[in-house]
């Protein structure tokens, strides 16, 4: 595997950048929860030089705020075809399967997952996703995992560097 070529991380939301679960309050508000290491992580990513994205099969502006706020340039949410998806979002940034990583959990995940040069299951992925991976994070989704493979393919890339302290 030639980790140099993977530019763009494309990430699921449900279960990769959060726990997985649904919440909802009396009023069927829903909320999330994201982790403050996979924040930090994506920033790091991004002042690399590389790109993220989010294919959501849920609709929400709870990831469009969050994608704002850690510097995800590209989110498509409603996605229920993921590799038909990962396909169209690639002609639009021009942009080989090769050159990406794509971080899935569930089912409709596994297509693209296979299709690109680094595909990683989450901890809590389930088996088949687990199976079609290159990589599988020892964090669960929404506790760590996005900022385990971001340091992974820094480290890599020869691209790794801990932030000073503040």
């Given amino acids: 595997m030639n980790f140099s070529l993977i530019q763009l991380l494309v990430l699921d939301v449900d279960g990769v950048l959060t726990p997985g679960d649904v919440t909802y309050?009396?009023?069927?508000?829903?909320?999330?929860?994201?982790?403050?290491?996979?924040?930090?992580?994506?920033?790091?990513?991004?002042q690399a030089g590389c790109r993220a994205a989010v294919l959501s099969?849920?609709?929400t502006s709870i990831v469009?705020?969050?994608?704002?706020?850690?510097?995800?340039?590209?989110?498509?949410?409603?996605?229920?075809?993921k590799l038909a998806g990962l396909r169209a979002l690639?002609?639009?940034v021009q942009?080989?399967?090769?050159?990406?990583?794509?971080v899935g959990d569930d089912l409709p995940d596994a297509p693209a997952v296979e299709s690109v040069g680094f595909?990683?299951?989450?901890?809590?992925?389930?088996?088949?996703?687990?199976?079609?991976?290159?990589?599988?994070t020892r964090r669960r989704g929404g506790d760590g995992a996005v900022a385990e493979v971001i340091e992974y393919l820094l480290r890599?890339?020869?691209?790794w560097a801990t932030p000073a302290s503040s």
């Fill in 25 to 46: 309050d009396d009023g069927l508000a829903r909320s999330m929860s994201f982790s403050i290491q996979d924040g930090v992580a994506l920033k790091l990513w991004k």
């Fill in 95 to 102: 942009a080989p399967f090769e050159a990406v990583c794509y």
């Fill in 156 to 159: 890599k890339q020869g691209r």
């Fill in 119 to 136: 595909g990683v299951a989450v901890a809590n992925a389930v088996p088949a996703v687990k199976r079609c991976s290159d990589f599988v």
């Fill in 90 to 92: 690639l002609d639009e």
């Fill in 64 to 81: 469009v705020r969050r994608g704002a706020e850690v510097g995800i340039e590209i989110i498509r949410q409603g996605v229920r075809d």
């Fill in 57 to 59: 099969g849920r609709e």
